[in-house]
Each structure stands twice: as structure tokens, then as C-alpha cells.
Nanobody
Framework: VQLQASGGGLVQAGGSLRLSCAASGRTFSDYAMGWFRQAPGQEREFVAIISWSGGTTQYADSVKGRFTISRDNAKNTVSLQMNSLKPEDTAVYYC???????????????????WGQGTQVTVSS
């Protein structure tokens, strides 16, 4: 599946951004979807994941209560609403897909084969 992420930008601490990822090429509802991020000099890390149906979600502790992942299988999109942003949220954000119709979801990057190009999020203090 091909993925195209958008919606990044520069925002002040405490602000909000909404990232979107458009999928094409395969049946979107066959895939669990995830958002990951990578800050300079750091490993890529899991942020939020959602099952194929949208019925199961999981968040990294660092974003729980501030970020919300959602998907629209009719529009082949997955979104990440980010509120109360902090400078430590600054990173390149990637959407990724894992072929899975299970409601058991996993956050490790090695399980996700297809990746978007990334979108930069910068949070100023």
C-alpha cells in the first residue's frame, strides 16, 4: 500500500495539529495503521496505532491523553489529532501500514512494511 502523509508544520507549545495519511493501491481495511516519529539522532518510535476496523487503539505513554488516532475506511485515510503539543513532540512523523485483520495490534516498527514519506512537526517553546 502506498502512503502519503500531510499536515505537519510549526506550532507553539500548547497548540494543536492534525496529521493525515492517505492510502492507495490496496484494500485499506486489510491493514492496521500506525503513526511513528523520529527525532534527530534518535530511533524511530511508536506513537499510536489502530486496528483495521478502528475498534482497537494503542498509544505511547508520552502522548496518551493528548493525541488521538482515527481512521476512515471509506476514504482510505488515517489521522492523528495532536493537542497540547510539547517541544519534545518535535520530530518527523510517519504513517505506516501492517497487513492485519486482527484486533491485536503491535507497535514495534519491524511489523510495519509500508511507510509514508514523513511530515515534519516542530513545536516551539
Amino acid at each position: 500500500v502506498q502512503l502519503q502523509a500531510s499536515g505537519g508544520g510549526l506550532v507553539q507549545a500548547g497548540g494543536s495539529l492534525r496529521l493525515s495519511c492517505a492510502a492507495s493501491g490496496r484494500t485499506f481495511s486489510d491493514y492496521a495503521m500506525g503513526w511513528f516519529r523520529q527525532a534527530p539522532g534518535q530511533e524511530r518510535e511508536f506513537v499510536a496505532i489502530i486496528s483495521w476496523s478502528g475498534g482497537t487503539t494503542q498509544y505511547a505513554d508520552s502522548v496518551k491523553g493528548r493525541f488521538t488516532i482515527s481512521r476512515d475506511n471509506a476514504k482510505n485515510t488515517v489521522s492523528l489529532q495532536m493537542n497540547s503539543l510539547k517541544p519534545e513532540d518535535t520530530a518527523v512523523y510517519y504513517c505506516a501500514a501492517r497487513f492485519s485483520r486482527s484486533n491485536t495490534i503491535v507497535g514495534a516498527t519491524r511489523y510495519y512494511r509500508d511507510w509514508g514519506q514523513g511530515t515534519q512537526v516542530t513545536v516551539s517553546s
